[in-house]
């Protein structure tokens, strides 16, 4: 269950990052060039939260957008 969304499964999905180095042309450069290219990953933003599951509290990780469209009631404490 690690960095995965308990209500709705989102999880780290990959991605690249790319690093560039010259002046752009609308600023009177003559064009950036890509010089390198690298893997990154994209996380979740996920939240510790104490929900009520089946009636019991339980502690699940869940991502803000669950929370904020309510679809996880939570445990009064």
């Not at 690298?38 to 929370?67: E, F, S």
Request: hydrophobic share 30%; proline share 4%.
């Amino acid at each position: 269950m690690a960095r995965e969304c308990y209500i709705c499964g989102k999880k780290p999905i990959s991605g690249r990052s790319i690093s560039r180095r010259g002046m752009a042309k609308s600023k009177g450069g003559v064009g950036q060039k890509i010089t390198g290219v690298t893997l990154r990953r994209y996380l979740p933003n996920l939240q510790p939260v104490n929900a009520l599951i089946d009636g019991k509290k339980k502690k699940i990780k869940v991502c803000a957008k669950c929370l904020k469209a309510g679809k996880v009631k939570k445990a009064v404490q």
